[in-house]
């Protein structure tokens, strides 16, 4: 499956953005599905995940980002998105989305996932 992100961009803290994740080649759903943000010179962190629906399309959520970010997915668009809320300045990163079909123990772990998307920045102004 291919993926592509998009969506970032400059928002002032306390701000929303909506990141979308195109998947092509395969239906998103046959895979659990996962966000994933990177700073410069850290390694990449888990945002969250929502799991395919025969794994009942449960949803998984980084503490720092809990109560803030909703993900979802859109299987007429073949789409999964990351709706964010509430930003703020430590938000700031490139955002990956990936695939997995691991075991949902497994789900916050980035080499778990094989294929991953171009990254969106997003960054967020105090």
């Known amino acids: 499956v291919q993926l592509q992100a998009s969506g970032g961009g400059l928002v002032q803290a306390g701000g929303s953005l909506r990141l979308s994740c195109v998947a092509s080649g395969r239906t998103f759903n046959n895979y659990h599905m996962g966000w994933f943000r990177q700073e410069p010179g850290k390694e990449r962190e888990f945002v969250a995940a929502?799991?395919?629906?025969?794994?009942?399309?449960?949803?998984f959520y980084a503490d720092s980002v809990k109560g803030r970010f909703a993900m979802s997915g859109d299987k007429v668009k073949n789409t999964v998105y990351l709706e964010m809320n509430s930003l703020r300045p430590e938000d700031t990163a490139v955002y990956y989305c990936?695939?997995?079909?691991?075991?949902?123990?497994?789900?916050?772990?980035?080499?778990?996932?094989?294929?991953w998307g171009r990254g969106t920045q997003v960054t967020v102004s105090s």
């Open positions: 929502i799991s395919r629906s025969a794994s009942g399309g449960k949803t």
């Open positions: 990936a695939a997995s079909s691991v075991a949902l123990s497994g789900l916050r772990v980035p080499d778990h996932y094989y294929s």
